[in-house]
């Protein structure tokens, strides 16, 4: 299906390089977290030789010997908890403080991603995906990779002071543990799919319950509630029948390590004590051994849910990982871009050619000129290519052959504030944020004043609109604009481009039908808008196309007319019969 994947070291590797705060005095926090563990072996030799030396001297017992060794002992668990401590807050720093960076680089990428093939509602899934991939890295980085190296360190120590103490005792708990040992690649595969299960499932269910809070109003509309809880509840069910999978087989893997610790630790009494007898082993090196077989053990006993956890976080980092090294495909050249002439501005098509990713070129060798001030309109059948046109004008996206110029510049070349300041989209429908009105308006210049706000206002003819807004320029928008109507969400879309004041417009004319006085409003705030600058107007209406200095006609991709209405309806072609049908559906409204 893919391509080969790199394995887990691999990706770790990467992911520390995309986020190098979290090995910064990473030698330092390891080295406090081996002594800390070390320490855990110093009991078992102290415990051995306060029995041993202490109570076991043929003189009697030694109570001064055995205070040193509780001396001892208290000093070495102490010095535990210190360096175990201080080893999790430096951990804990460093990881949040590389994973923050992550999740601020994932973000802006997310949003440097193309406009077109990331819509909204993705990049919001994407977005949570991140929130929780991260998580997952940090829960691993914090505490279970933290537990893998400690484990390791633990087990070495415990494995070589009982080799020290006892090679027969050392013999019966590897011998007990090997069965496990061999054991553990199985299950950990075995895990790794349940829990590829699990991740695939959690997605399916997020996917399924996003869709219809995004889409609320069709699924109301339409009646379809019921379907569309048959769908949740089926996501719900696979995802819970996974989950068990997942977490039994995690409790099998748990379980027979314990009963394999268990063994060792009967092993390592039946025969300590058999040793014990012949002499050969003292009382205080069985016990001793005991509190050993618990500091091997222990981590045995994890390292299924450690391994789990290391294989959940190095999807998750290869999710992130990929999602970052996916490019963006409009790059910004930055401050260091060319700048575009002040003024008025003309564009230029220079045999243009634009395909969506894997998909055949919906634009062909598009060569237009339009001249600073002109106002066109683009007309079509759906489909044919227009809004296209359009979002390459305003460079949503680049195309694959050929290039967009305004003022003579390649707006490739241009970094997107400067571009943003002299060409600017304005849609079908500008989103509001749920602010007030005047904050909405910021978004076109966000260091006007109040009264510059009005003055806008007031230059595109909407003072009498204005005044009667409750609130004025205070009036909550609501949530997406709910609070005003669709034709008042026009107007102040309207509004907040005059206050952008750039010198190229492009617009998406809006289809919905609004009263007749704000559809009178609109007409002459946009008329007002358009004066003394260039646009490019997707035209939906008669009026617009018959109004334009000129009508570029698209037809399945390509520019097939271009002129002034009044000739392009007398040369009867495409643009003829769009009209025909235009009028035809006038007249059947009026
Ligand atoms: N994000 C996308 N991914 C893939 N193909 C797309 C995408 N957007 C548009 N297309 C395809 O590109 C072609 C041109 O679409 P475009 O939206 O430019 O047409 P249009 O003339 O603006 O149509 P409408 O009037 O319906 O908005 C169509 O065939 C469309 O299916």
């Known amino acids: 299906m893919s391509e080969p994947r790199e394995g887990g070291l691999a990706v770790i590797r990467r992911g520390l390089k995309l986020s190098p705060s979290i090995t910064d005095g990473l030698a330092v926090t390891l080295l406090l977290a081996l002594v800390s563990t070390a320490g855990g072996a110093v009991i078992p030799i102290v415990v051995r030789n306060a029995i041993d030396d202490g109570l076991g001297d043929p003189s009697g017992v030694d109570t001064g010997q055995i205070a040193g060794y509780i001396g001892l002992a208290a000093v070495v668990i102490v010095a535990i908890m210190l360096t175990g401590w201080w080893s999790k807050v430096r951990i804990f720093t460093s990881t949040e403080r590389g994973l923050t960076e992550l999740r601020v680089q994932a973000f802006r990428h997310v949003h440097d991603l193309s406009m077109l093939t990331q819509n909204t509602q993705r990049r919001g899934a994407l977005v949570s995906r991140v929130t929780s991939d991260v998580d997952q890295i940090s829960q691993f980085l914090q505490f279970t990779g933290m537990m893998m190296i400690t484990s390791v360190g633990q087990m070495i120590v415990a494995t070589v002071v009982m080799a020290a103490l006892s090679w027969q005792l050392t013999l019966v708990v590897l011998v007990a543990f090997i069965p496990l040992a ?316 005059a206050l952008a004041d750039p010198a190229f417009l492009v617009l998406d004319e809006a289809t919905s039908a609004v009263d007749p006085q704000t559809e009178l409003r609109a007409t002459r705030a946009l008329d007002r808008l358009l004066e003394g600058r260039t646009s490019v107007t997707i035209a939906h209406r008669l009026s617009t196309a018959e109004n334009a200095d000129r009508v570029l006609v698209f037809d399945a991709g390509r520019l097939v007319e271009d002129g002034h209405h009044r000739d392009l309806v007398k040369a009867d072609g495409v643009y003829a019969r769009l009209h025909a049908s235009w009028v035809a559906q006038a007249s059947l409204g009026a």
């Open 182 to 497: 061999l054991a553990l690649k199985y299950f950990a595969a075995a895990m790794s799919r349940a829990y590829d299960r699990v991740r695939h499932s959690v997605g399916e269910m997020l996917a399924v319950i996003a869709e219809p809070v995004v889409g609320a109003s069709v699924v109301r509309s339409y009646g379809i509630e019921a379907r569309t809880q048959d769908r949740i509840d089926h996501a719900v069910r696979t995802n819970y029948r996974n989950n068990i999978r997942a977490q039994s087989i995690t409790a099998g893997t748990f379980g027979s390590a314990i009963i394999v610790g268990g063994l060792a630790n009967a092993g390592v009494l039946g025969i300590g004590l058999w040793l014990g007898m012949l002499d050969q082993l003292s009382m205080g090196t069985v016990i001793a051994f005991i509190f050993l077989v618990g500091l091997f053990t222990g981590p045995a006993q994890q390292a299924t849910q450690v391994i789990s956890d290391a294989q959940n976080a190095i999807s998750s980092w290869r999710r992130v990982i990929e999602l970052l090294e996916t490019p963006a495909d409009v790059v910004d050249p930055g401050d260091t871009g060319r700048r575009l002439p002040e003024g008025e501005l003309g564009a230029r098509f220079d045999r243009v050619t634009f395909a969506y990713p894997g998909g055949p070129p919906v634009l062909h060798e598009i060569d237009v000129e339009i001249a600073p001030r002109e106002r066109v309109a683009i007309v079509g059948e759906t489909g044919s290519g227009k809004t296209t046109f359009a979002k390459l004008l305003t460079r949503l996206m680049d195309p694959v052959e050929g290039s967009v110029l305004l003022g003579g510049v390649d707006i490739a070349q241009v970094g997107f504030t400067e571009l943003r300041r002299h060409v600017l989209m304005v849609p079908q429908e500008g989103f509001l944020f749920d602010a007030t009105l005047a904050e909405n308006l910021r978004y076109g210049r966000s260091d006007a004043t109040d009264a510059e706000l009005k003055e806008a206002i007031a230059a595109l003819g909407l003072a009498d609109w204005y005044a009667g807004l409750p609130r004025g320029l205070r009036t909550p928008v609501g949530q997406r604009g709910e609070s005003l109507s669709a034709g008042e969400r026009q107007l102040v879309a309207l509004v907040r481009s």
